[in-house]
């Protein structure tokens, strides 16, 4: 029975490019992700942060109210 391809190259070298660059691919996405994350924690540390130094704003600036609103009104915001 005959070859199929009657070449004497191989071809392990077209293959071995083919998973080198697809490893490369792979190897970068995988850099970037981390970046990704780290980048969307911080978005929203930030946010958590601005929202708590606004209630605790809130918060002070409430009780300088009478009585009858100012124990509903913080009742509220710590809740």
Same mark, same amino acid.
Not at 16 to 26: K, N
Not at 31 to 37: D, E, W
């Given at each position: 029975?005959?070859?199929?391809?009657?070449?004497?190259?191989?071809?392990? $070298?077209?293959?071995? !490019?083919?998973?080198?660059?697809?490893?490369?691919?792979?190897?970068?996405?995988?850099?970037?992700?981390?970046?990704?994350?780290?980048?969307?924690?911080? %978005?929203?540390?930030?946010?958590?942060?601005? %929202?708590?130094?606004?209630?605790?704003?809130?918060?002070? $600036?409430?009780?300088? !109210?009478? %009585?009858?609103?100012?124990?509903?009104?913080?009742?509220?915001?710590?809740?």
């Amino acid at each position: 029975m005959g070859a199929l391809h009657h070449a004497t190259v191989s071809h392990n $070298d077209i293959v071995g !490019y083919y998973f080198a660059s697809i490893t490369l691919l792979y190897g970068i996405t995988l850099g970037l992700l981390p970046i990704g994350v780290w980048s969307t924690f911080t %978005e929203t540390e930030a946010k958590v942060d601005r %929202e708590a130094s606004t209630l605790a704003a809130l918060y002070l $600036d409430v009780s300088h !109210y009478p %009585e009858p609103s100012r124990g509903h009104l913080q009742d509220d915001l710590r809740r």
